[in-house]
């Protein structure tokens, strides 16, 4: 999906460079900070990433970030975005929050819940749709096809909790986004 989002930026006239910002650490410590985190809506982690986009978009006025997320990851771009949102160069995509968060509703955000062919058992809160599909293949160390989280080293298979360029929910709702917010052909375009 983000090399989907630079593409159409490109189109655009738009030089983009991504970047990943990890979360946590892949051990025990990093599982278990993440968790508590999480519990807590990423109001440890959150705001330190907030201070280091808010920090880059008053140091360059050339630049706009979009920041990104599925899942947990949604929650948390949900949360950064929420910090800055009076910052007009700062937009977000996020795509299939938990069922129990709701995510703040924002000018510069596309809130995607659904990749257009399965629904997110996971946003929707379909606890029996998970449980039928770890009772019949269980957990897996291999991320499944069709949709899945991961829990500590593991896969929990979630059915619909996948969201790739190639799903016309994804790929449909962000191309419109970005065409309204960055087209430089469009008269009303908001640009940063």
């Known amino acids: 999906v983000v090399y989907g989002i630079e593409r159409e930026l490109a189109r655009y006239g738009y030089e983009a460079a991504v970047l990943d910002y990890p979360r946590s650490t892949l051990s025990l410590t990093g599982y278990i900070g993440e968790s508590c985190d999480l519990a807590r809506n990423y109001a440890g982690k959150a705001p330190l990433l907030a201070g280091k986009v808010d920090f880059l978009t008053r140091a360059s006025e050339d630049l706009t970030v979009i920041i990104t997320g599925r899942s947990f990851g ?27 968060y709701r995510p703040p509703l924002m000018g510069n955000t596309l809130l995607i819940f659904d990749n257009g062919v399965i629904p997110d058992s996971i946003s929707r809160g379909d606890l029996w749709t998970i449980l039928e599909a770890n009772l019949a293949h269980g957990p897996s160390l291999v991320k499944p096809p069709g949709g899945s989280i991961m829990i500590g080293p593991v896969f929990i298979r979630a059915p619909g909790h996948e969201y790739t360029w190639e799903h016309p929910g994804v790929r449909e709702n962000v191309t419109a986004f970005l065409k309204e917010r960055f087209d430089r052909n469009q008269d009303n375009v908001s640009r940063g």
Request: no cysteine; net charge neutral; charged share 15%.
């Open 74 to 100: 949604a929650l948390y771009s949900s949360e950064v975005t929420r910090l800055l949102e009076g910052n007009p160069r700062v937009y977000s995509i996020q795509a299939g929050h938990p069922f129990w």
